[in-house]
């Protein structure tokens, strides 16, 4: 096995290369267009995977996974949304700080305004939650949340046209009961 500091040079070098990449890309309409198209699949994805897992019924095993993908779900939209509204705020921002929080700080105060409180409520769930899942009890209050801000973002972003919009509504009548 190489030597781990080779490899983290390595992927250190390859995250630069990506990142001029990006520059390159949204120059472009066009590029910029299809990249924010990509990632949206994979955004469409990830909630198929969340839809997928939660109908195949919900057990206390489960719950860390749902709630990984939601997170995922979340980050993703986030970040979208900054490549397609607010992408030169994204690189005043040195990528190994564009986490949630630091991103939070840097988004149109609208739109924080508008889901300011319900993005700070996920980032504490995340800070406290991601770390050990287990302590975590998906509720659908907190599921609704989630896709509140995803779908936000998804429709200020102008994204929302590539995901099916039954992927970014949360259905009532689902229930957590553990089995």
């Known amino acids: 096995m190489k030597n781990l500091k080779e490899r ?13 990449r990006l520059l390159e890309v949204f120059e472009d309409e066009e590029k910029r267009e299809q990249c924010i198209k990509n990632l949206a699949e994979a955004l469409k994805i990830i909630l198929e995977e969340y839809s997928q897992v939660k109908k195949s019924g919900i057990t206390l095993e489960k719950i860390p996974l749902l709630y990984g993908l939601l997170s995922m779900a979340l980050e993703g939209s986030v970040k979208i949304y900054f490549l397609s509204k607010q992408f030169e705020d994204l690189l005043d921002i040195e990528p190994s700080r564009r986490t949630l929080g630091n991103l939070k700080g840097k ?13 700070d409520y996920l980032i504490f769930m995340r800070n406290h939650f991601v770390h050990f899942p287990p302590y975590y009890t998906l509720s659908l209050d907190d599921e609704e949340i989630f896709f ?6 998804a429709e200020k972003g102008e994204f929302y046209k590539l995901i099916p919009p039954e992927l970014l509504e949360v259905k009532r009548s689902d229930t957590y009961e553990q089995k």
């Open 8 to 20: 983290k040079n390595e992927l250190l070098r390859e995250y630069k290369k990506k990142e001029c």
């Open 148 to 153: 509140d801000v995803i779908r936000f973002l």
């Open 107 to 119: 988004i149109n105060k609208d739109i924080l305004n508008e889901i300011g409180e319900k993005l």
